[in-house]
C-alpha cells in the first residue's frame, strides 16, 4: 500500500524560516511534489523531486532522500501569504500510468 | 502554464438527483484525467483516472456505480454524482498531466446535497 506522512497543523512567525517533513512509504515511487492549497482554492504547484538532493526556487527549496523515504519543504522569508495548507504528493507508477496520491497536508500559520 | 477549467463551481442540488461535473483541458490534450475529492481541513483522495475511449480504474473503496466518469475527448471528461446524498457533499477536484512533471488543477467544484 501507500503510506504518506506530514504534520498536521505547524505555526511560524513572519520573516522567518520553516521546515514541513513528509515521510512515505510507496511502490512504483516516480517522483515527489509538493502543492500549496489555500481554502476553497485547487492546489497550485511549488516545487518537484526526482532524484536525491535539494531543489531551490526561490523562498522555496525541496529535498528528497529516496533511500529514506523522507522529503522537506522548506520555506524562507515567511510572508502572511504564506499561511495555507502545504500538500506532499507521491507519484508512483502502476497499472501503467502515474498516479498522484496526496498526503492530509500541513496547515501554516504565520501570524505577526 | 496549462489551463484545466471545471464547470460547474458550485453546485446545491437535492438528495436523491444526479449532478454532472466537467472538466475540461482547454489548452492541450489529456488522455488521463484524475477525479479528486477533498473533505473540510482534509487532503485530496483519489477517487478514479478517467482514460479517453476506455473505462475508468477507480481507487479502491469508490463506487463506480455511483460515481459515472465519462472521458469522450481528449479535453473533456466528466463525473457524475448519481443519486446524490448529503455524505456526498464534497469538494470535486479534476487534474491532469501536462508534458512534463507537471498535473494541472481544475479550480475544483463545490457540490452540497440537501
Known amino acids: 500500500g501507500q503510506n504518506i506522512d506530514q504534520p498536521t497543523e505547524m505555526t511560524a512567525t513572519e520573516g522567518a524560516i520553516v521546515q514541513i517533513n513528509c515521510t512515505y512509504q510507496?511502490?512504483?515511487?516516480?517522483?515527489l511534489f509538493w502543492y500549496q492549497q489555500h481554502a476553497g482554492e485547487a492546489p497550485t504547484f511549488l516545487s518537484y523531486?526526482?532524484?536525491?538532493g535539494l531543489e531551490e526556487k526561490g523562498r522555496f527549496s525541496s529535498f528528497l532522500s529516496r533511500s529514506k523515504g523522507y522529503s522537506y519543504l522548506l520555506l524562507k522569508e515567511l510572508q502572511m501569504k504564506d499561511s495555507a495548507s502545504y500538500l506532499c504528493?507521491?507519484?508512483?507508477?502502476?497499472?501503467?500510468?502515474?498516479?498522484?496520491?496526496f498526503g492530509a497536508g500541513t496547515r501554516l500559520a504565520v501570524h505577526p | 502554464g496549462a489551463v484545466v477549467s471545471q464547470h460547474p463551481s458550485r453546485v446545491i442540488c437535492k438528495s436523491g438527483t444526479s449532478v454532472k461535473i466537467e472538466c475540461r483541458s482547454l489548452?492541450?490534450?489529456?488522455?488521463?484525467m484524475f477525479w479528486y475529492r477533498q473533505f473540510p481541513k482534509k487532503s485530496l483522495m483519489l477517487m478514479a483516472t478517467?482514460?479517453?475511449?476506455?473505462?475508468?480504474?477507480?481507487e479502491q473503496g469508490v463506487e463506480k456505480d455511483k460515481f459515472l466518469i465519462n472521458h469522450a475527448s481528449l479535453t473533456l471528461s466528466t463525473l457524475t454524482v448519481t443519486s446524490a446524498h448529503p455524505e456526498d457533499s464534497s469538494f470535486y477536484i479534476c487534474?491532469?498531466?501536462?508534458?512534463?512533471?507537471?498535473?494541472?488543477f481544475g479550480p475544483g467544484t463545490r457540490l452540497t446535497v440537501l
Open positions: 487534474s491532469a498531466p501536462g508534458d512534463g512533471n507537471e498535473q494541472f
Open positions: 504528493a507521491v507519484r508512483s507508477f502502476s497499472g501503467g500510468y502515474n498516479k498522484l496520491i
Open positions: 523531486n526526482v532524484l536525491d
Open positions: 489548452d492541450f490534450q489529456a488522455t488521463t
Open positions: 510507496t511502490s512504483g515511487f516516480n517522483g
Open positions: 478517467s482514460n479517453e475511449g476506455s473505462k475508468a480504474t477507480y
